[in-house]
């Protein structure tokens, strides 16, 4: 707003002392301060009110007036409750300095004047804003990206003072303000994803606000139309696990309906940038179909090879040819809802297509989670088929690690970073299993890395928890064989051997299991066992003691004490 329209608003009660000439300047905030220096907590642009307590004789003015003038401040308001009048030396000071200083009526509180000037300036940055993002929406619609998410959370620094983040559902950091502040944590980042995916699970509209600390967030999704069709229609599941959100550092829950609008139309604008990565994503994706198909359909190495070598050049641009490639599956899987009337006027029970859903989301898993921004994922290829999606990622090389281990990807690490949101995501009926091939070196290799991915997906379906993955690793051990264990015999196994240790345990409290698991991680040493547990020898003994006599085994015998091994891996 200019400094003229406040002169001319008669409620303010403010008197011109001097600076005629400098009324069009813009007023962008205001700060009542009786510091003696107040320029650290000055940005430029304010109008600042005082009053005069900072004053104590004549030659204080000038050095006053310098040190706003420096900080860019647009005027001076002065109060006349304190001294009855603006001291002449005020005034003088003001006028050398071209500063413009205005006089406040005792009867005026400085909050009247503060409350006008928020609301006009707030009122005219957000309507400067709209304008903005429409005209930027229309850019991006109707022509290459201007910038991306970026633009627009600098917008929304500068114009609304509103610090504003992209994050992924997986909570990478896909856009953040440039401007100077503390960057988001990513365990934060993690801690706002899993908050919107689980409020967004309960159908609740946004923005989600959530406290963390002392700071609130309001969380708005972003949803593209282009995934998502008819929104009113369609399923969440289909989206919460793909869709991205804007984190803004404020609390929406008492803005006004002309501000929830602006940044719901940022939302939007944001979308635009989503869509395009996904139809960036295009070609990837039909090159991993094609190489899934020939791979499935048995076709000779010949023909796949010269697949891949079409696609290796688009994945890993200026290499030319990858050495090493790996084979990821996931699957997410969700528990049959309903029933609901079909067309017919029946029922049936709502089955939501995992595959889609499961593709979005390896593509995210598979990006590195060090890495920022839309763009990172260009390297890597997922097609998906039925309920599986199957990633084809490409190694410039691959070499052993110090522990002996393969370098490229691993089961173990993959999901390490985004269990906790994904959890979220999928609590209640809802399941995200993985698997992870070894790397191989040819078009020969890839049949098999498939199949070894899919096994370990399997071994990663046995194990509880929403979100579950297995490498190769694991597939030349005992765990290989636990998936296929039919659930009866199973529950049987473990009942037979676990059970009376369990109901030992409830009524005595005798910690018979961890004990048993403790004292077979050990190996059966007993002097191992006894210092991890903080027992003495003799209690361990006990209490080894009780678990044959409760189960008629004998945990010296190599058969007794491998089927208590498996049986707590079943259980």
Not at 541 to 548: Q, T
Request: proline content about 5%.
């Amino acid at each position: 707003m200019r400094l003229r329209a406040l002169l001319d608003t008669d409620a303010l009660g403010l008197r011109l002392l001097g600076g005629e000439d400098e009324l069009d300047r813009t007023v962008r905030g205001v700060m009542t301060t009786d510091l003696r220096d107040p320029s650290r907590y000055l940005s430029g642009g304010e109008l600042v009110l005082t009053g005069l307590a900072w004053r104590r004789d004549a030659t204080d003015s000038e050095p006053f007036v310098r040190i706003l003038v420096g900080a860019g401040v647009t005027a001076l308001a002065a109060g006349e409750a304190e001294l009855g009048a603006v001291p002449e030396d005020l005034v003088v000071a003001c006028a050398r300095h071209r500063l413009p200083l205005l006089a406040v009526n005792e009867s005026v509180a400085f909050a009247t004047i503060t409350e006008h000037v928020v609301r006009q300036v707030s009122g005219e940055r957000a309507g400067d804003l709209a304008a903005v993002v429409d005209r930027h929406r229309r850019m991006m619609t109707s022509g290459p990206a201007g910038g991306g998410p970026d633009v627009v959370l600098d917008l929304l620094g500068s114009d609304l003072d509103l610090r504003a983040w992209v994050l992924s559902p997986t909570g990478r950091l896909i856009a953040g303000p440039k401007v100077a502040g503390p960057a988001l944590p990513a365990e934060l980042c993690a801690r706002l994803a899993g908050e919107h995916l689980a409020a967004a699970r309960t159908g609740r509209r946004g923005p989600y606000r959530v406290g963390v600390g002392t700071t609130t967030y309001s969380l708005f999704p972003i949803s593209g139309a282009g995934r998502s069709g008819n929104a009113a229609a369609s399923d969440v599941r289909e989206t919460v696990l793909s869709d991205w959100l804007l984190a803004v550092e404020a609390d929406a829950g008492d803005w006004p309906a002309e501000r929830l609008d602006l940044l719901h139309g940022v939302t939007q604008l944001i979308a635009v940038e989503r869509d395009r990565r996904d139809a960036a994503r295009t070609v990837r994706r039909r090159l991993a179909q094609e190489v899934l198909e020939l791979v499935q359909a048995g076709s000779a190495p010949a023909e796949i090879a010269a697949r891949l070598r079409v696609a290796a050049p688009v994945l890993l641009p200026g290499l030319g040819a990858a050495p090493h490639w790996q084979v990821v599956v996931a699957r997410v899987e969700w528990e049959e809802q309903g029933p609901e009337a079909d067309n017919t006027g029946g029922r049936r029970a709502v089955r939501i297509d995992g595959g889609p859903v499961a593709q979005a989301l390896l593509e995210e898993i598979l990006v590195d989670p060090l890495a920022t921004g839309p763009e990172h994922s260009d390297r890597i290829a997922v097609a998906h088929t039925g309920d599986e999606a199957i990633a084809l990622v490409p190694l410039p090389a691959v070499s052993t690690e110090h522990d002996g281990s393969e370098s490229g990807l691993h089961a173990d690490t993959l999901l390490a970073a985004v269990r906790d949101p994904l959890s979220a995501g999928l609590d209640g009926d809802g399941r995200l299993t993985l698997g992870v091939s070894a790397a191989v070196h040819s078009a020969e290799g890839l049949r098999g890395a498939l199949e070894e991915a899919r096994h370990a997906r399997r071994v990663a379906a046995a194990r509880p928890g929403r979100v579950c993955a297995a490498g190769h690793q694991e597939l030349a051990s005992h765990v290989l064989l636990l998936p296929f264990v039919p659930d009866d015999v199973r529950r049987a196994f473990t009942a037979r051997l676990l059970d009376p240790l369990r109901d030992y345990d409830r009524r005595h409290r005798a910690e018979l299991i961890p004990t048993l698991e403790a004292f077979l991680e050990c190996d059966g040493s007993w002097t191992r066992c006894a210092a991890r547990l903080h027992l003495h020898v003799n209690t361990l003994r006990y209490r080894v003691g009780r678990i044959e006599q409760l189960t008629s085994r004998d945990l010296s015998r190599l058969e007794d004490k491998l089927d208590f091994f498996l049986a707590l891996r079943m259980s």
